[in-house]
């Protein structure tokens, strides 16, 4: 009878400690919540698209999920934070394109290695960047404002949100396409640049479709291009970079990660509730009002998309030759 009692707790244990991190959690009641980093400060389109999915998750995990803007060196801050962050399902990321595949180029000591330092989780969505100017500005059109740059080197000055950010490489890209000298003044956030923008601290500034939109309607801005391969349906009469003469264009994108070394139990639990949240009508629908289009990808597809676009993004920032910081 004691050899069977003692055998029946060694399999017993050998089962508990068999259980992922995830299930204990799980299993104590799920008190802790799960944290979704956004690397920018609230109000932009990141943060949108973070809450708008944390819901989502929440509903599906049956879990409380809660969003943690950290913003900050173009979103380098945040995302470090997840890099650094406990592999326990815990700790994620919402991240824009830039923070995972530009940021690391630009630094002269990468932060992280958007291939090696985190667990890829699925992408949520796609989007791109419009050109704006303050709505009572004198430029209508991206020709006026490179005439107008041209005419006065080094006097026009362009906001975004942090060296490295797709504002900061747009503005960079329209200046040596162009051949013209602007000024960069990078803020922590997205809502930053708009009260830059609108309080006459900048000329002009690339803001992501859904603030643009926002800002736009309200009267507060004007768009005069796109950086997308097609025209906006929100803007049809606003021509695109490509249709202005330039050759850039730009998808970016939202995407949701975690550590390094992530369970693949998690990772599935965590990438089937994303899928699931970011596919839903209520969330597509929402996010099309903002100019942002739902398209999830599942882990692995997401996996190849940071890796083509990290590479592709070297090419690019080679040719800009921008300086390290």
């Known amino acids: 009878m004691i050899r069977r009692t003692l055998v029946t707790h060694a399999v017993a244990a050998a089962c508990a ?11 104590a009641g799920a008190v802790r919540p799960i944290t979704i980093v956004v690397p920018l400060a609230p109000g932009g ?27 900050g060196a173009g979103g380098q801050i945040g995302m470090q934070a997840v890099a650094n962050a406990a592999p326990d399902g815990h700790t994620l990321g919402l991240a824009f394109q830039a923070a995972l595949t530009v940021v690391p180029h630009l630094r002269l000591k990468p932060p992280y ?26 430029i ?27 504002g900061h490489l747009g503005g960079e890209i329209v200046n040596a396409e162009a051949g013209i000298r602007t000024q960069h003044v990078p803020y922590k956030g997205t809502s930053e640049v708009v009260q830059a923008l609108i309080g006459g601290e900048v000329d002009y500034a690339f ?9 736009s309607k309200g009267g507060k801005v004007r768009v005069v ?57 209520a969330v597509a629908d929402r996010l099309a009002n903002l100019g942002i289009t739902a398209s999830p990808k599942n882990s692995a597809e997401f996996k190849e998309l940071i890796r083509r676009d990290y590479d592709m993004w070297g090419v690019w920032l080679g040719k800009l030759n921008l300086p390290k910081s």
């Open 207 to 215: 803001l992501g479709y859904g603030l643009a939109t926002a800002q």
């Open 140 to 166: 209508r059109t991206v020709q006026e404002l490179v005439a107008k740059a041209k005419a006065a080197p080094d006097k026009l000055s362009y906001g975004s949100w942090g060296i490295g950010s797709g």
């Open 45 to 71: 389109d990141t943060d949108t698209v973070a809450r708008l999915i944390a819901e989502g998750m929440a509903a599906e995990l049956k879990q409380s999920v809660v969003v943690d803007n950290r913003a």
């Open 17 to 27: 400690l068999a259980v992922s991190p995830w299930s204990l959690a799980q299993s």
């Open 113 to 138: 290695d958007p291939t090696r330092d985190f667990t890829p989780i699925g992408r949520v969505a796609t989007t791109s960047n419009a050109l704006v100017v303050r709505a009572d500005s004198p």
């Open 225 to 281: 291009s796109v950086l997308a391969h097609e025209r906006s349906p929100t803007w049809p009469q606003v021509a695109t970079l490509k249709e202005s003469g330039f050759s850039f264009a730009q998808e970016g994108w939202f995407g949701l990660v975690g550590p390094s070394g992530l369970p693949e139990e998690t990772r599935k639990r965590l990438e089937s509730a994303l899928l699931k949240a970011a596919g839903s009508p």
